[in-house]
């Protein structure tokens, strides 16, 4: 009788169940909660509270964090807006600078395989009457910088493009969009959630003006983001979406989450001391898992540019064997997969289709996210429980036998549904 | 999402799985869905002649844990039934045994799918007539 269940034995110092979705969110460091304990209990002021010692030891607090994330990205303190997220970073950018600059243009330019909350916000703003272009992507998963060129014209007020993908991990070329856009007078946005920490992200160096960033994917706690914004060369203005007591400089109103604020600012100065060493730490990793993988089955194929990426980012389709199915015979280890049945709206990954993959090669995917506190015997049980049940359902998988029996998938009329 | 049992039991264990000889004339095979959409069943029977009985149920589905386990639950429904009796089989029968959950029901429309293309393959080859209308012949 058949069976998908893996009898693989769990290695001396591996615990179950394995945590390799570091994309998604990542564990708070233990380092990061001990700087935030204080703050929650004895030092809970305000920071707005401008005539006691409570609030002033929370503005304090505040101002360190702000000091740890602008070190991190080669900004300044002044140009750090504190917000819930970076969904609320990039919404506040993008709506913000669409407002501010109306009088300049209505054309913002960004491109397909950006993050909900970027092209969501774009969407909506397409309603009020902008014009919002969204640049296609190679076979790798960059962007074509002579498109983008092309796509400028005098009403082009923002460009915003993504510095690192959350499915595939490429990473961008900021630095040049970042320039082409500082020679037409552009200002330029990037969602650098999954770069910042992971790979040197530098505002001046890279020609950033605003940036959002996120507290859980470093090892911080979730609820807690940033937005850079440029003060000079140029000077970013912004219109705040949230209206209130005017903190953060008017653009952001609403009391500061001191604790989030503080362990956000923790995790910023960890990432920047260690970047380095975690980075060759997890390149190491994962080279390790994709040549078990492409050593011991064949039909897998990497998704998205494996030079241009996240260190700790493996994304690969397991040809002829469903996303989901996989997912469900490892599941003691947690990654995710860009098939639709893992959706809500059943639609495989649009970013692993914009890579102009077949829809079957997106159903097949998984994405391993690792991180800080994976360990190599995780990677090595990870992999070879992936290798175990891709076989088992590949006996399982027509299209497995078919291959093999030498026919040709797609010369079969096949009955979508 | 999470899985009732007997989604895990089969997709775990899954029963019949394999193939048939589809050239001989015992045999029919159905091959339903497609590869971008996520899930393609093969389910295979063997008729007895004499007696048209699906003495043999094979599948091998490229598909989630529910479309895995519906097909194998086909199998084992229509393995020992009359041709005839296996047609009755339907898609929200196999919803009820397996608990599976609304956005899931396309599963257990491609195993009856399955199940017919199987039957209808068997029967062109044997040349047997189709029947007009299945529902009203069963009942």
Known sequence: ?417 | MSYSDKVVDHYSNPRNVGTLDKSSSEVGTGLVGAPECGDVMRLQIRVNPETQVIEEAKFKTFGCGSAIASSSLATEWIKGRKVEDALTIKNTDIVKELSLPPVKIHCSVLAEDAIRAAIGDWKKKNGVAETADVTTAAQ
Not at chain 1, 2 to 27: C, K, R, W
Not at chain 1, 97 to 126: F, P, S, W
Request: with cysteine; proline share 3%.
């Open chain 1, 1 to 417: 009788m058949s069976t998908v269940v893996s009898q693989l034995e769990v290695p001396a110092g591996v615990t179950l169940p394995i945590y390799m979705d570091n994309h998604a969110t990542s564990p708070l460091d233990p380092r990061v909660l001990e700087a935030m304990m204080p703050y929650f209990t004895q030092k809970f002021g305000n920071a707005a509270s401008r005539n006691h010692s409570f609030g002033w030891e929370a503005e304090q607090a505040v101002d360190l964090a702000r000091q740890q994330i602008a070190k991190l990205i080669g900004a300044t303190a002044k140009e750090i807006i504190f917000t819930s997220g970076a969904t609320e970073s990039n919404n506040l950018a993008i709506k913000g600078i669409a407002e501010m600059y109306r009088e300049r243009g209505n054309h913002i330019i960004t491109q397909v395989t950006e993050h909900k909350a970027v092209l969501d916000t774009c969407k909506r703003l397409e309603k009020y009457g902008y014009r919002v272009t969204y640049l296609p992507v190679k076979a790798d998963g960059l962007i074509d910088l002579e498109d983008l060129k092309r796509a400028i014209d005098d009403k082009t007020i923002l460009v915003t493009i993504m510095a690192a993908n959350n499915e595939i991990g490429v990473l961008q070329p900021i630095r040049e969009i970042g320039k082409i856009c500082h020679e037409k007078g552009v200002i330029f946005h990037t969602d650098a959630v999954q770069a910042v920490g992971k790979v040197p992200v530098n505002v001046i160096e890279d020609n950033i003006d605003v940036l959002s960033l996120t507290a859980h994917k470093i090892y911080g706690p979730k609820g807690v983001g940033a937005l850079y914004v440029r003060r000079r060369n140029p000077r970013v203005q912004i219109a705040a979406q949230i209206d209130g007591g005017g903190h953060e400089r008017g653009m952001r109103s609403g009391t500061l989450n001191v604790p989030g604020i503080v362990g956000l600012g923790k995790a910023c100065e960890i990432s920047m001391q260690e970047m380095d060493s975690e980075a060759a730490y997890l390149r190491g990793l994962r080279d390790g898992l994709k040549a078990r993988f492409e050593s011991e089955l064949d039909y897998v194929h990497v998704n998205g540019s494996m030079e241009h990426r996240l260190p700790g980012n493996l994304n690969m389709s397991f040809v002829y064997v469903e996303g989901e199915s996989l997912l469900m015979g490892i599941n003691d280890v947690a990654v995710s997969s860009g098939s639709a049945c893992t959706s809500a709206t059943l639609e495989p990954s649009y970013v692993l289709k914009a890579l102009g993959l077949g829809d079957d090669v997106a159903h097949s995917s998984i994405r391993f996210g690792l991180g800080r506190f994976n360990t190599q015997a995780e990677v090595d049980y990870v992999a070879a429980k992936v290798i175990d049940i891709v076989k088992k359902l590949r006996e399982l998988s027509p299209l497995y036998e078919m291959v093999k029996e030498g026919i040709d998938l797609t010369k079969i009329e096949w009955q979508a549904h």
